[in-house]
């Protein structure tokens, strides 16, 4: 069974920084690609960033484009999500998930493991 748990979220000033770990266990990571999503209050869950099973490939939503940074760690099984200068529009739920199915995606329909998710909040 595969299981993804993030780590890390936590309560942030605007322009700060925090640093998101996915831990995968019952599966190697090393052929899916993975992914963050997040979920503010009364919003439907969306995009963050995404990332080839390789590290070749990264995907980002326009919105965290050049402040956030995925990526893996095959070895230690486990994927990041780096968010620096963050905003109080990135407060959110941030979930991690995985896909075998796909080299790469933004879709949340392609991904077939979530974790449970970790709460960013950004203060202003």
């Known amino acids: 069974q595969v299981q993804l748990v993030e780590s890390g979220g936590g309560l942030v000033q605007a322009g700060g920084s925090l640093r998101l770990s996915c831990a995968v266990s019952g599966r190697t990571i090393s052929s899916s690609a993975m992914g963050w999503f997040r979920q503010a209050p009364e919003k439907e869950r969306e995009f963050v960033a995404a990332i080839s099973w390789s590290g070749g490939a990264t995907y980002y939503a326009d919105s965290v484009k050049g402040r956030f940074t995925i990526s893996r760690d095959n070895a230690k099984n486990t994927v990041y999500l780096q968010m620096n200068s963050l905003e109080p529009e990135d407060t959110a739920v941030y979930y991690c998930?995985?896909?075998?199915?796909?080299?790469?995606?933004?879709?949340?329909?392609?991904?077939?493991?979530w974790g449970q998710g970790t709460q960013v909040t950004v203060s202003s």
């Open positions: 998930t995985a896909t075998y199915k796909y080299y790469i995606s933004r879709a949340e329909s392609a991904y077939d493991y």
